[in-house]
């Protein structure tokens, strides 16, 4: 019978959410999804060392923005709970105990300095099967004394007994059977006494089976942790239910070989988190896709094809079609290299597909960052102002650099336009323009821009010059879009008194400028 689909995604709370465990989350969604199945987010904060302040909460609201969704987890609840390991402590507890008891794993005294010992008068030290009888554990003492040193609150950990001449299979779904050799693993640590809390190794595992979950989805540099997983299952008696693996591949810097690091964002200009990680220790703000002005919807559909393709070239897609459309059979085995220009095109394409109204929703907070008092405007001539422009930009705080004239008049003229336009006797023209204009009470482009041509026209004017001169007068810049539509939007009373305050600052032409 085919298994209920159950994934899980689980980070440990050691920073923000790499955009490469983004990724990941991703993948787990989308298999979920498409299978009907459920999705689960652990906090794997067994390791108090690293634990870092806001993390956990900064992956929450990654994943909220991504619209990547949970159904059972640390806010949302569910049946196997708790989600958060550091709550989970009798369980594991109980686990290692089972262990112990079965002669699976042992408990091992050595010190640190003892292990460094170990290390420096043994070639390739590893604790196992070859040295654990010369180290000082259950195995080598005997039981009084085991027992006094625990007696006597000497820190122990627990080692799972790795046995020798075993292959171990890992079933990847990416990789198929991958066959290691059990001699080349150690007697991994599975718990600590000091803080009475179990390693990684023990409580992803014991949750992966507790939890249900069908498939392990993550990335490949947890590849080595596999066969460990597939021998504490086997020693546990949950071979039944052993879940599938899939190890994803690893993300790749944009230029050259290695793996995609926060400093190739830093070096080439990209965000490698997908929110704004102010560092709690250092003060250090790193920068964000949300900030910078991605939609999330761009960074899911670009996120997505790094490592998998659809089977055909279509490369946009909506979170409804991937859930469709993915399928581990078109991931790649091979690193993908992080195309942050790509990333740009996704984003560009994506606000154009948005309404005016929706971009100008969003770019409601850049005007008020900017000082622009919005209860100005109406919001369909922001929404009008955002639609011009939005062909122009790749991001949400570009809006304002082509559209800040909507909102404020010039307060200089782009100097070498004034050079090159605001040719002799401009000035003077400029005022019969201001004439021409105020014939219409109605400003639609429709009906101003063919009387302007045709006056420019009659006159025998240079079209070039004069109307680069309207758009310096009105725009500050030689720039922009349509420009009967820019004055359409402005009205009447702006187009006009822009105008004469752009004759009163630039005088009548070159031969009246100082
Ligand atoms: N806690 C591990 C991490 O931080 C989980 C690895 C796994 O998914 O098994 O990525």
New binding site residues.
């Given amino acids: 019978m085919e298994r209920k689909v159950r994934v899980?995604?689980?980070?440990?709370p050691?920073g923000p959410l790499h955009i490469g465990?983004a990724r990941?989350a991703l993948y787990n969604y989308l298999f979920a999804r498409q299978h009907g199945g459920e999705m689960i987010l652990r906090i794997?904060d067994t390791d108090s060392q690293r634990f870092v302040p806001g993390a956990e909460e900064y992956i929450n609201e990654s994943l909220a923005w991504l619209g990547i969704g949970i159904d059972e987890g640390v806010k949302e609840g569910g049946s196997y709970g708790p989600y958060r390991q550091s709550e989970r402590r009798d369980i594991y507890r109980k686990h290692v105990q089972q262990l112990l008891d079965s002669g699976k794993a042992y408990i091992a005294f050595d010190t640190p300095e003892e292990l460094d010992a170990a290390r420096q008068s043994t070639p390739n030290f590893q604790y196992d099967a070859s040295t654990r009888m010369n180290m000082r554990n259950s195995l080598s003492m005997d039981k009084e004394e085991v027992d006094k040193l625990i007696a006597d609150g000497t820190k122990y950990v627990v080692r799972f007994k790795i046995e020798p001449g075993r292959a171990v299979v890992v079933d990847d779904m990416l990789r198929g059977e991958v066959t290691i050799k059990s001699d080349i693993l150690d007697d991994k640590v599975l718990y600590k006494s000091a803080d009475d809390l179990p390693t990684?190794h023990l409580a992803?595992i014991v949750d992966?089976h507790l939890m249900e979950v069908s498939h392990?989805?993550?990335?490949e540099e947890?590849l080595p942790?596999a066969p460990l997983h597939v021998l504490l299952y086997e020693a546990f008696g949950w071979t039944d239910t052993m879940p599938r693996f899939v190890h994803l591949p690893l993300l790749l810097k944009p230029d050259g070989k290695g793996k995609l690091s926060k400093r190739d964002g830093d070096r080439l200009g990209f965000p490698v988190f997908p929110l704004e990680w102010h560092d709690p220790k250092s003060g250090e703000i790193s920068s964000g896709y949300r900030e910078k002005g991605y939609l999330p919807d761009a960074v899911v559909n670009f996120l997505a094809l790094l490592g998998w393709n659809p089977g055909d070239d279509t490369e946009i897609m909506s979170m409804d079609e991937l859930i469709k459309k993915f399928s581990f059979d078109h991931c790649s085995r091979a690193g993908a290299k992080f195309a942050f220009e790509k990333g740009k095109w996704f984003n560009h394409t994506y606000i154009q597909e948005k309404s005016d109204e929706e971009l100008a929703q969003l770019f409601m907070p850049v005007l008020a960052q900017e000082g622009v008092d919005t209860t100005n405007f109406t919001p369909d001539y922001i929404a009008k102002a955002t639609g011009m422009v939005k062909g122009r930009v790749n991001f949400i705080g570009e809006l304002w650099d082509n559209a800040k004239f909507f909102f404020c008049a010039p307060d200089c003229y782009d100097a070498k336009s004034v050079k090159k336009r605001w040719t002799e006797g401009m000035g003077g023209i400029m005022k019969e323009l201001t004439d021409v204009l105020d014939e219409f009470d109605d400003f639609t482009s429709d009906e101003i821009e063919p009387r302007v041509l045709g006056w420019i026209e009659e006159k025998g004017y240079h079209l070039g010059n004069v109307m680069n001169a309207f758009r310096l007068a009105v725009v500050g810049e030689c720039k922009g879009p349509h420009m009967f539509n820019i004055t359409a939007l402005l009205g009447k009373e702006e187009t006009l008194s822009r105008i004469h305050t752009a004759v009163s600052r630039l005088g009548y032409g070159p031969a009246n400028a100082e």
């Fill in positions: 899980r995604f689980a980070p440990s050691t465990g990941t794997e990684y992803n992966d392990v989805i993550r990335g947890w942790s």
